[in-house]
C-alpha cells in the first residue's frame, strides 16, 4: 500500500529565504505526483504536476523535482514570501485513467516579515 | 466562474441525522471524487466517479451514498450521522491528471 511522508511537518522561515520541502513514497510505480497549496479553511491549489517520466517542473518561484526511483520529490520555493504561507502537500498517483490521488500530511509553512 | 462549487460551506448537525452535501465542476471534467479531510488534516479518498459511473469506493461506511445526477455533479449523502463523521469533504474533478478541488464543506456532529 502506497505510503507518503512529508518532512518536515511545520517549517518557519524569514522571508527572503530559500526553502526545500520534501516528499517520500514508498512504491516508485507511480503515474504521477503532484504538489498541492492548502490556505486555512479553503480547498486545494494544485502548483505543479510531474509525470513520472519528468524529472522536474518549474512555475514561477517554484520549481519540484522527481526521483521516481529512490521515492523522492522536493518542492524548491525561491526568495520565500509572507503570502507564501500555507500547508503544501504531495501527492501521487498510482495508476492511469481513474486513479486516485494518495497524499502526505503535509507541511505548514510560515513565511515571516 | 468558480471551477468546483460545494454547498454548503458549513454544515452542523445532530447524531442521527440524514444530510446531504452537493458538489459541481463546470469544468467539463469527466471524472469527480469525494476526499475526506480528518482533525488531524489528513486528506484521504472515499469515492471516484466516471461519467457518472462508481469506479472506486475506498472502505466507506454504507451510511455514505455518493450520487451523480449527470458528469457535472457527484452529491455525497450521509445517513445516520456519527461523531467520527466530523471532518472537512472535499470534491475534486480531473481530466487527464491534474485534479481541481472545491473549496470544501465542513461537518461537525453534535
Known amino acids: 500500500k502506497q505510503e507518503v511522508t512529508q518532512i518536515p511537518a511545520a517549517l518557519s522561515v524569514p522571508e527572503g529565504e530559500n526553502l526545500v520541502l520534501n516528499c517520500s513514497f514508498t512504491?516508485?510505480?507511480?503515474?504521477?505526483l503532484q504538489w498541492f497549496r492548502q490556505d486555512p479553511g479553503k480547498g486545494l491549489t494544485s502548483l505543479l504536476l510531474?509525470?513520472?517520466?519528468?524529472r522536474e517542473q518549474t512555475s514561477g518561484r517554484l520549481n519540484a523535482s522527481l526521483d521516481k526511483s529512490s521515492g523522492r520529490s522536493t518542492l524548491y520555493i525561491a526568495a520565500s514570501q509572507p503570502g507564501d504561507s500555507a500547508t503544501y502537500l504531495c501527492?501521487?498517483?498510482?495508476?492511469?485513467?481513474?486513479?486516485?490521488?494518495?497524499f502526505g500530511k503535509g507541511t505548514m509553512l510560515l513565511v515571516s516579515p | 466562474d468558480t471551477a468546483v462549487s460545494q454547498t454548503p460551506k458549513y454544515l452542523v448537525t445532530q447524531m442521527g441525522n440524514d444530510k446531504s452535501i452537493k458538489c459541481e465542476q463546470n469544468?467539463?471534467?469527466?471524472?469527480m471524487y469525494w476526499y475526506k479531510q480528518d482533525s488531524k488534516k489528513f486528506l484521504k479518498i472515499m469515492f471516484s466517479?466516471?461519467?457518472?459511473?462508481?469506479?472506486i469506493n475506498e472502505t466507506v461506511p454504507n451510511r455514505f451514498s455518493p450520487k451523480s445526477p449527470d458528469k457535472a455533479h457527484l452529491n455525497l449523502h450521509i445517513n445516520s450521522l456519527e461523531l467520527g463523521d466530523s471532518a472537512v469533504y472535499f470534491c475534486?474533478?480531473?481530466?487527464?491528471?491534474?485534479?481541481?478541488f472545491g473549496p470544501g464543506t465542513r461537518l461537525t456532529v453534535l
Open positions: 466517479y466516471n461519467n457518472k459511473e462508481l469506479i
Open positions: 510531474i509525470q513520472s517520466s519528468q
Open positions: 501527492a501521487v498517483e498510482e495508476n492511469s485513467g481513474y486513479s486516485t490521488l494518495t
Open positions: 475534486a474533478s480531473s481530466q487527464g491528471g491534474r485534479q481541481f
Open positions: 512504491d516508485s510505480a507511480i503515474y504521477n
Open positions: 469544468l467539463g471534467h469527466d471524472t
